[in-house]
């Protein structure tokens, strides 16, 4: 597979997580306005996702998503650390921990995958800085 490739499913698979983690987190948020920032979050995540999926299957290669058993843990995970704390500060800790995860690991790839195409690696830089954003959007909460 080559680098295009590589960056994009990066790509993809982060933004599937942020989609199904703040799908399943928007079940449990009672505040509105934590509900309101956590649409909009979901929002982005699903327009990079499909971006990144079209831009996979336009140039002949298939999206890798998160697999099975990551899903999986991820749901248990969520399950598990808002059993006995649903408050917004506790799910905005939690999110802005995925989110700074999904940061480091947007560098290391924007490093290690330079010569891949402009066009995918300003995506790539999208997901970084909404990542930035959401980090800096979720300080409210805490």
């Known amino acids: ?12 698979q982060n933004s599937q997580m942020g989609v199904e983690t703040i799908q399943q987190l928007m079940g449990i948020v009672s ?3 934590f509900k ?3 649409e909009s979050q979901f929002k982005e995540y699903e327009e990079i996702h499909s971006t990144a999926r ?3 299957n336009e140039n002949g290669y298939d999206e890798k998503g998160i697999s099975a058993m990551e ?25 802005i921990i995925g989110s700074n995860m999904g ?16 066009k995918v690696k300003s995506l790539m ?10 980090v800096q959007r979720l300080k409210e909460f805490l």
């Open 1 to 12: 597979m080559n680098e295009n490739a590589e960056l994009l499913n990066f790509v993809y």
């Open 31 to 33: 505040d509105e306005k």
């Open 36 to 38: 309101k920032q956590l």
């Open 54 to 56: 079209k831009m996979l």
């Open 71 to 95: 899903k999986i843990r991820t749901y248990l995970m969520l399950n598990i650390q808002t059993m006995t704390d649903k408050s917004s500060s506790h799910i905005a800790e939690m999110l």
């Open 103 to 118: 940061i480091i690991n947007a560098v290391k790839n924007l490093k290690k995958y330079k010569g891949a195409e402009p």
């Open 125 to 134: 830089e999208s997901l970084l800085k909404f990542e930035e954003n959401n």
